[in-house]
């Protein structure tokens, strides 16, 4: 027996491997209603990111309850809203979560959220880039998209996440694409682009 595969899905007794045919996969919605991704940067400073964008939308849940079974077992949450947290809050390295989480919860928006002040706008792409070279002997300069490495204009950085998005084929085109600026000081939270399907 593999180490730990008694808590994978696919090895319980209730389990039932048609369920993830996607002819018939219905996704885990009716466990956990998630339907909006929020992208957004890792710093702590700003946490509350999550929570303005449920606000702002009105119709989130966030950060939900967790839903217990008879037996205590955590089956469900309640939380409509998930959270991809990363370097400067970049799309780029967000689009593996965002193709898996519509798989499974057939996803309706994704958000991007960056923040003032944030440590991706102390330094260009090609700062980073020399720096890791310098120090690590590795060339990272293909390895990444150029506009993805920093933030130098915010209003830019968040069209470009936004557009990188709706372009990418990992993002289903119905889905709704909004980019925000979050001033961490104020808590205040700014729609800068908008990016909805007719």
């Known amino acids: 027996m593999v180490k730990y595969s008694e808590f994978e899905f696919r090895t319980q007794p209730w389990f039932e491997a048609s369920w993830f045919d996607r002819s018939n996969f219905k996704g885990f919605s009716h466990f956990i209603p998630m339907k909006t991704i929020v992208i957004h940067c890792f710093d702590p400073r700003a946490s509350e990111i999550p929570k303005a964008v449920a606000d702002h939308f009105g119709d989130e849940v966030y950060p939900g309850e967790n ?3 008879e ?3 955590r089956i469900g949450n309640t939380r409509t809203l998930f959270v991809v947290s990363n370097a400067g809050g970049r799309a ?6 965002v193709a898996t989480m519509d798989y499974l919860f057939q996803v309706q928006k994704v958000v991007v959220v960056h923040h003032s002040f944030c440590g991706a706008t102390a330094f260009l792409p090609e700062t980073l880039v020399a720096d890791f070279h310098d120090h690590h002997h590795a060339d990272i ?6 506009d993805s490495l920093a933030i130098t204009d915010y209003e830019k950085s968040i069209r470009h996440d936004v557009e990188l998005l709706r372009a990418s084929p990992a993002v289903p085109k119905h ?20 990016d909805v399907p007719a």
């Not at 889905?175 to 800068?192: A, C, H, Q």
């Open 67 to 69: 839903i217990l079974d």
């Open 71 to 73: 037996h205590g077992n």
């Open 92 to 97: 780029l390295s967000a689009l593996q979560s």
């Open 141 to 146: 300069s293909k390895m990444f998209e150029h």
């Open 175 to 194: 889905i709704k694409l909004y980019g925000f600026f979050f001033e961490m000081n104020s808590g205040k939270l700014t729609e800068v682009v908008r």
